[in-house]
């Protein structure tokens, strides 16, 4: 390996937002649709692993579906190692014609309807005068979607403005100022940016007259006010000794998009069940069952820098000087490299939603009168606990609410 004489950098950025509630259309899941699922859900461990060690004690947020979205678009312009690296660390095909395909099939199912609004916008933001290799403007158009512009990027402060209104843009102006003009340089050739808006409706509403101050211990002995959304109804529901956990889904609209909740038994039992992450993300909830549901209102925003992250999974030639992006570039241009992968994310959980009209069905479920109806399960979430938003495409979000 022999390091280039100039270091020419490329920056990815993705964003996401889960604003109230979050939808996806169904679809027939093909099988690499199925199997981006399987691997997303191994990348998703990973990343949540090395996320544990950065935020020790807090909260953090993680929109795995973003990430996977953008970094398939730079892996299919990757070549030798750097491309051998992202396809192990992402958990993607190695064959590049096989990622295309996937992301080919995996994006069109990511569209709104009346129900709720759902959005995934890939753009590729290039500087002036660099000549993109025209197979690799195919696939970035036909395969993710990907709109392509030039930008100068030495007018630093114009430049982070286009870009950042691209991406308030897209995410209806949750994220703004993902791209801090500081970052930018005359070495910039090329930013990527993925920005991933969802808004729609839990399939049963919380009754806001019911949300309360209570208490949330963040230890055994300390605890916070917060305000507490109340139900009591049928939920997939599983309690696993093996964790020491509870596991309870709440559906969105259409029912193939969901959020669970992985809640401790213990109080200050959620480092031992993030050690199991990948068994949690693994876990299957069979049962309906009446449950008695407390769960904190909360609005979270995270920046998350993914760099080191990735190179802690294996993906460590793609930043640096001698990294093969080959396959982005016309014959002559400058070699690249990855300079930063910064993702924000904002997620926003309340009450909000609209009634199924098969909501009193879920209720309808009789007991004979000599039988005693059992007490609902108790499923309060009043100490740090894990969650996620899956989808057929695998997960969506994930995060773990700690104060």
């Not at 109080?267 to 008695?292: F, R, Y």
């Not at 969650?387 to 995060?399: E, N, Q, R, W």
């Amino acid at each position: 390996r022999v390091k280039s004489d100039t270091r020419i950098r490329m920056k990815l950025f993705v964003s996401c937002v889960a604003f109230c509630m979050i939808q996806l259309v169904s679809s027939e899941d093909s099988p690499l649709v199925q199997q981006f699922a399987t691997g997303s859900v191994q990348f998703t461990a990973d990343v949540y692993r090395q996320l544990k060690e950065i935020n020790d004690g807090d909260n953090f947020l993680f929109c795995p579906l973003s990430a996977l979205i953008i970094l398939g678009l730079t892996q299919t312009a990757a070549r030798g190692i750097t491309a051998q690296q992202l396809s192990n660390g992402l958990h993607l095909p190695e064959d590049r014609k096989t990622v295309e395909q996937t992301f080919q099939q995996l994006l069109p199912t990511l569209k709104g309807n009346d129900k709720y609004t759902l959005t995934s916008a890939n753009k590729i933001y290039v500087k002036n005068g660099y000549k993109i290799n025209e197979e690799y403007k195919n696939i970035a158009q036909n395969s993710f979607g990907a709109e392509i512009q030039n930008i100068n990027f030495e007018e630093k402060n114009a430049a982070a403005a286009e870009m950042n209104g691209w991406v308030a843009s897209k995410t209806h102006d949750k994220i703004r100022d993902l791209i801090d003009p500081s970052t930018l340089s005359k070495d910039s050739r090329l930013m990527l940016i993925n920005a991933l808006y969802f808004k729609g409706s839990w399939r049963y509403t919380f009754n806001e007259r019911n949300t309360l101050k209570r208490k949330f211990f963040t230890k055994s002995d300390n605890h916070i006010e917060v305000d507490m959304m109340e139900a009591t109804r049928y939920f997939k529901y599983h309690s696993s000794s093996t964790l020491d956990a509870q596991f309870l889904e709440i559906p969105y609209q259409g029912d193939d998009v969901s959020m669970v909740v992985v809640l401790p038994n213990q109080v200050e039992g959620l480092s031992t069940l993030e050690n199991s992450i990948e068994a949690v993300l693994n876990t299957k909830l069979d049962w309906n069952v009446e449950v008695h549901l407390q769960l904190p209102k909360f609005k979270r925003e995270t920046k998350v820098k993914l760099t080191k992250i990735l190179q802690k999974l294996g993906i460590t030639d793609a930043f640096e000087d001698w990294a093969d992006f080959s396959g982005f570039g016309e014959p002559g241009q400058q070699p690249i490299k990855i300079s930063d992968v910064v993702q924000k994310s904002v997620i926003e959980v309340d009450e909000k939603g609209t009634v199924a009209a098969a909501a009193t069905a879920v209720h309808a479920v009789k007991t004979y009168s000599l039988i005693q109806k059992p007490p609902p399960k108790q499923f309060i979430a009043d100490h740090p606990f894990i969650y996620f938003i899956k989808s057929p495409a695998g997960v969506m979000f994930i995060g773990r609410y700690v104060k």
